[in-house]
């Protein structure tokens, strides 16, 4: 039986998006399409296959439709996720973090079990030796893929001998398959200058396709090399080894990604298409209006959010409390009940607030498409 949401009596109501009990995550649903079809023609058009990163919307509907347009499958950052999206049919499943406890390892073995194409990294020998257990406990091998790190630090092997190391553990066991390496370079994504990032993304990318080869040199063929991101992803392809691009945030964009700039200071060729309305809820004091929308209702990390629609040019939004949100209009003034739709100031976190997508067409809301991974950090 399909979710009852709040918002569920607006579906197929021209104008009811301006009614929406808010905040609402409202989703533009032919910019959230043109996002899909030009990252799939892209990869296409540089030899990448496409497997997006879905720790940017958590949702099985979204996954559903990048797979559809052409994607070969979907990363996780998280089990749940990957828990979360298996229960809805999605298959082609990479999980992108390591694990490292038992009952990590237990719930390894089920999804192996249950997926056709399921596989996860590792970047040491304590989860190459657990993903062991679980290969065995599944009955049949796990594939498993090194992460290597070129630089984050976040997770990830180093490159050269100590990642060749791992993957000859993986490859000498019964219970397990090496598949390849992966490799995130998340600290190049949001350089603001194209040439800069350019080059310190190809001086990963050089590191990368070294230890790839050493391995192959060794004997331990390697097929997949998955990584990239929405920061790089044209120039992800150029490098000539990565053969599939784990971008995310291209199907949405938000301020941070709205600043990086591509060759010629041109913008990402990607919509915004991923917003939080917000209600006026009391405008008393002259120059400033008050939403129902603050910290609850957005990721913070990256500042307040960037005000799309509903407020007078120049107006400029910044966090009232937990609950409320604050609107600086000058000499104008916004009543209460105006509706405000706000670009996300960084999206996956924003996501993880919110319960459902919105769909809009135009003013119509078309769909509520759930978001079924939410609050499944582990």
């Avoid at 649903?29 to 879905?54: D, E």
């Avoid at 009543?335 to 976190?349: F, N, Q, W």
């Amino acid at each position: 039986m399909a979710r009852e949401f709040l918002n569920s009596r607006l579906i197929g109501k021209a104008g009811g998006r301006l009614e929406l009990a808010t905040p609402a995550l409202v989703l533009d649903r032919a910019a959230f399409a043109r996002n899909v079809a030009a990252m799939q023609a892209h990869c296409a058009r540089v030899g990448l296959k496409l497997r997006p990163h879905a720790k940017t919307h958590k949702s099985v509907s979204i996954a559903r439709a990048q797979i559809e347009a052409g994607a070969i499958g979907v990363c996780c950052a998280k089990l749940g996720e990957a828990e979360a999206l298996t229960e809805g049919g999605i298959d082609g499943i990479l999980v992108t973090s390591p694990v490292v406890t038992a009952r990590a390892f237990e719930r390894v073995a089920r999804l192996n079990e249950q997926l056709l194409d399921f596989m996860i990294v590792a970047d040491s020998a304590v989860c190459v030796d657990g993903y062991a257990q679980a290969g065995a406990a599944s009955g049949k091998r796990l594939k498993v893929v090194v992460d290597v790190d070129v630089g984050l630090h976040r997770t990830g092997i180093l490159p050269g001998e100590p990642a060749l190391g791992l993957a000859q553990r993986i490859a000498a066991s019964p219970h397990l398959q090496f598949v390849g390496l992966q490799a995130y370079a998340g600290q190049l994504q949001h350089i603001a200058e194209f040439e800069e990032r350019r080059t310190q993304s190809l001086a990963a990318l050089k590191i990368l396709g070294e230890t790839r080869d050493l391995i192959v040199r060794n004997g331990i063929p390697c097929p997949i090399v998955s990584g990239g991101g929405t920061g790089t992803f044209n120039i992800d392809g150029e490098a000539r080894v990565f053969t599939e691009l784990q971008a995310g945030s291209y199907v949405f964009m938000d301020k941070q990604y709205g600043e990086v700039r591509i060759a010629n200071a041109a913008p990402l060729p990607f919509e915004t298409s991923l917003f939080v309305q917000t209600t006026v809820i009391s405008a008393n004091m002259p120059g400033l209006a008050t939403t129902d929308a603050g910290f609850k209702a957005f990721a913070t990390d990256a500042g307040a959010p960037v005000i799309h629609a509903g407020a007078p040019e120049g107006a400029q939004y910044f966090f009232f409390g937990d609950e409320q949100g604050g609107v600086m209009v000058g000499s104008a003034r916004v009543e209460p009940g105006v509706a405000i739709l706000c670009t996300a100031p960084h999206c996956d976190p924003t996501v993880n607030l919110h319960d459902a997508y919105h769909v809009v067409d135009g003013d119509t809301v078309v769909d509520i498409w759930p978001i079924e991974a939410r609050g499944r950090s582990a």
